[in-house]
C-alpha cells in the first residue's frame, strides 16, 4: 500500500512540475482583441509638380536640337517669370534618337528626335492653370505629369494617425460589448502602411499643343490617410 501512495505522490509531483510552466504561461497572456482603424484627412495641396516634355523632329540633327534648345529656354524663362525659383526647375532628361519608317532598319530615315524633360516645382497654385497654358503656348507640347501635394504631409499625417487610433479604440469598444465584455488598456499598437497614399490628385502622360492651352486643371484636395492595429486588453 505504501509502495503504491508512493508512486501516486511521484505521479502528481511530475504532474505538477510539468504543468506549472503552462499554468504560468496561460496566467502570463491577456486577453485580447486586436483590431485595425483607420482614417482620412482631405487636405487642400499647396505645391504642384509638374513634368513637360519638349520634343522636336528634323532631317538635320543640328537644327532639331537648336530648335529644341529654343523652346526650353523659352519654357525655363516663362517658368521664372510666374516665380518658380531657380532650385525649383531642373531639366531631368535628354534623348537624342535617329527614326526610321521600319523601327531598326537604316532604310526609311525619317529624322533625329531630341526630347527633354523639364521638372517645375511650382509653389504658388493660384498662378498654376496661366503657366501650364503658357508653357505649352511657349513650345513644351507633352504634359508627362502632374502632381499635387501639400508641404505640411507630416502635421496632417499625425492628424490621420490620430482619428485612426480613436477608431481602433470605439470599434474595439463595440465588438467587445456585443460579447459582454470591457475594453482595457492597449497592449500593443502596430502602424499599418497604407497603399492609397495621398496622390488622388495626379494626372499622367498627357499629350499636350499649344491648343490645349484654354484649358484649366483643377485643384481639388489631396487625401493623407493612416491605418493602425491595436491590441486592447480585455475585461
Given at each position: 500500500m505504501k509502495k503504491v501512495l508512493r508512486r501516486v505522490v511521484f505521479a502528481f509531483i511530475l504532474i505538477m512540475i510539468f504543468a506549472a510552466p503552462l499554468w504560468a504561461l496561460e496566467r502570463s497572456t491577456p486577453r485580447l482583441i486586436t483590431v485595425t482603424g483607420e482614417a482620412e484627412v482631405q487636405v487642400a495641396p499647396n505645391q504642384a509638380?509638374?513634368?513637360?516634355?519638349?520634343?522636336?523632329?528634323?532631317?538635320d540633327l543640328g537644327i532639331a536640337k537648336r530648335e529644341n534648345d529654343e523652346r526650353v529656354k523659352g519654357v525655363l524663362d516663362l517658368a521664372k517669370k510666374y516665380g518658380v525659383a531657380s532650385?525649383?526647375?531642373?531639366?531631368?532628361?535628354?534623348?537624342?534618337?535617329?527614326?526610321?519608317?521600319?523601327?531598326?532598319?537604316?532604310?526609311?530615315?525619317?529624322?533625329?528626335?531630341?526630347?527633354?524633360?523639364?521638372?517645375?516645382?511650382?509653389?504658388?497654385?493660384s498662378k498654376f492653370n496661366d503657366l501650364l497654358n503658357s508653357v505649352l503656348e511657349a513650345g513644351a507640347n507633352y504634359v508627362d505629369g502632374v502632381q499635387f501635394r501639400t508641404t505640411k504631409l507630416r502635421e496632417y499625417r499625425d492628424q490621420a494617425r490620430a482619428l485612426a487610433l480613436k477608431a481602433a479604440k470605439e470599434k474595439a469598444k463595440n465588438m467587445a460589448k456585443e460579447l459582454g465584455q470591457k475594453v482595457g488598456r492597449p497592449y500593443s499598437?502596430?502602424?499599418?502602411?497604407?497603399?492609397?497614399?495621398?496622390?488622388?490628385?495626379?494626372?499622367?502622360?498627357?499629350?499636350?499643343?499649344?491648343?490645349?492651352?484654354?484649358?484649366?486643371?483643377?485643384?481639388?484636395?489631396?487625401?493623407?490617410?493612416?491605418?493602425?492595429?491595436?491590441?486592447f486588453e480585455l475585461r
Open positions: 509638380i509638374l513634368t513637360l516634355g519638349v520634343e522636336t523632329w528634323d532631317r532650385g525649383h526647375i531642373r531639366v531631368d532628361h535628354i534623348n537624342i534618337e535617329p527614326r526610321y519608317n521600319n523601327g531598326e532598319g537604316r532604310e526609311g530615315f525619317v529624322g533625329y528626335r531630341v526630347r527633354k524633360t523639364i521638372v517645375l516645382t511650382v509653389q504658388h497654385l499598437i502596430v502602424e499599418e502602411q497604407y497603399e492609397k497614399g495621398m496622390a488622388p490628385n495626379v494626372i499622367q502622360g498627357t499629350g499636350g499643343s499649344s491648343g490645349e492651352a484654354d484649358k484649366c486643371v483643377a485643384l481639388g484636395q489631396i487625401s493623407v490617410n493612416a491605418r493602425v492595429r491595436v491590441s
